[in-house]
């Protein structure tokens, strides 16, 4: 089984460094340029399947990197974004800073340190989620031989990763948050996960 997981093209809140979470926004038109740079590069992969997170940035790039591919496009509510709860929509960077917590910036500095806000998730929340699906899936006797595609988020990305290398909360990021279309190549045999490409780019930034 091979995996590409791939966060989605760029949104118009990616761009003003607004918290997106589980809101439902669509690509802006250099998310759509990115995925389908993408989708170039990745023309000969022979995808079986793809897996997409319900929100409409992601479904969009699945669609885009699906092509005109016969295959069936599933959506997975286990690999939608982390929530952010009462923040969404709040900016996290810069001078235009909003959130009522001001100790935020763990969520990205210090991940053990993080507290969800109100009605909001916890990381171990999206690791489990995600990591629930990424069992099932890796354990599925129909897929063992499969090329998937799945698009996902930034964090949710990571917690599908973090499944795989089993890292400390504190080192979640890694290297940081994927940029926009950034892809994972997960390669699986005998049940056991491991990492290829991490944070791949198909175009330059």
Request: glycine content about 10%; hydrophobic content about 40%; charged content about 25%.
């Given at each position: 089984?091979?995996?590409?997981?791939?966060?989605?093209?760029?949104?118009?809140?990616?761009?003003?460094?607004?918290?997106?979470?589980?809101?439902?926004?669509?690509?802006?038109?250099?998310?759509?340029?990115?995925?389908?740079?993408?989708?170039?590069?990745?023309?000969?992969?022979?995808?079986?399947?793809?897996?997409?997170?319900?929100?409409?940035?992601?479904?969009?790039?699945?669609?885009?990197?699906?092509?005109?591919?016969?295959?069936?496009?599933?959506?997975?509510?286990?690999?939608?974004?982390?929530?952010?709860?009462?923040?969404?929509?709040?900016?996290?960077?810069?001078?235009?800073?909003?959130?009522?917590?001001?100790?935020?910036?763990?969520?990205?500095?210090?991940?053990?340190?993080?507290?969800?806000?109100?009605?909001?998730?916890?990381?171990?929340?999206?690791?489990?989620?995600?990591?629930?699906?990424?069992?099932?899936l890796m354990q599925n006797p129909f897929y063992q031989d499969?090329?998937?595609?799945?698009?996902?988020?930034?964090?949710?990305?990571?917690?599908?990763?973090?499944?795989?290398?089993?890292?400390?909360?504190?080192?979640?990021?890694?290297?940081?948050?994927?940029?926009?279309?950034?892809?994972?190549?997960?390669?699986?045999?005998?049940?056991?996960?491991?990492?290829?490409?991490?944070?791949?780019?198909?175009y330059t930034v």
């Open positions: 089984m091979i995996l590409y997981m791939i966060r989605h093209g760029e949104t118009d809140r990616n761009k003003a460094k607004l918290l997106q979470g589980q809101s439902d926004t669509i690509l802006n038109e250099y998310g759509r340029q990115l995925a389908r740079i993408t989708a170039d590069a990745l023309a000969g992969v022979d995808f079986d399947v793809v897996f997409t997170s319900p929100l409409s940035g992601a479904v969009e790039t699945a669609e885009i990197l699906k092509g005109t591919r016969d295959i069936p496009v599933i959506v997975e509510e286990r690999i939608q974004e982390i929530s952010f709860g009462e923040y969404e929509g709040h900016c996290y960077a810069g001078e235009h800073f909003d959130i009522p917590d001001s100790d935020f910036g763990f969520f990205f500095s210090a991940p053990e340190k993080y507290r969800p806000a109100p009605s909001g998730e916890s990381f171990e929340a999206v690791i489990g989620r995600t990591g629930a699906f990424l069992e099932e499969k090329t998937i595609l799945i698009s996902t988020h930034g964090c949710a990305l990571k917690a599908l990763l973090a499944n795989i290398t089993k890292c400390d909360l504190a080192d979640f990021w890694g290297r940081g948050v994927y940029k926009n279309c950034g892809v994972a190549i997960v390669e699986v045999k005998d049940g056991t996960a491991q990492i290829l490409e991490d944070g791949k780019l198909y």
